[in-house]
């Protein structure tokens, strides 16, 4: 298996993603029919977060943090979202980047997590 390296390989790893959150029982439901994500501007918005975190693209603009705030979210989304992220890498990518976007997701989980909690949302 290959490393990330290419904004090619972070669109694979977004889409495979993606089609995972899509086909689960759990995230499916907030990301469709809460927030309603309008998938054909949300992807290129995620290659950009992705390729500015793993790639150093300076590429992204935004507060993804913010947009999580009004969703019904709680711990076992996170760990689920994590689940088939990690999972996602596990089945394309091996080496230092692989190992660097597991701990990049891992601290957004963790760190939405806090947040969420700090703010009583999240349980």
Request: aromatic letters at 12%; hydrophobic letters at 40%.
């Amino acid at each position: 298996m290959k490393d990330i390296q290419t904004k090619e390989d972070i669109r694979l790893l977004v889409d495979e993603f993606y089609n995972k959150v899509n086909q689960d029982e759990l995230l499916s439901p907030i990301f469709n029919e809460i927030a309603q994500v309008h998938w054909e501007t949300h992807l290129p918005k995620m290659y950009d977060f992705w390729a500015k975190l793993l790639l150093g693209e300076n590429v992204y603009k935004g507060s993804p943090f913010d947009k999580h705030l009004p969703l019904p979210i709680r711990g076992e989304h996170f760990d689920r979202w994590l689940r088939l992220f990690m999972q996602t890498l596990d089945e394309h990518f091996a080496g230092r980047k692989a190992e660097e976007a597991r701990m990049k997701a891992q601290s957004i989980a963790d760190i939405f997590r806090f947040k969420m909690k700090t703010l009583k949302i999240v349980s």
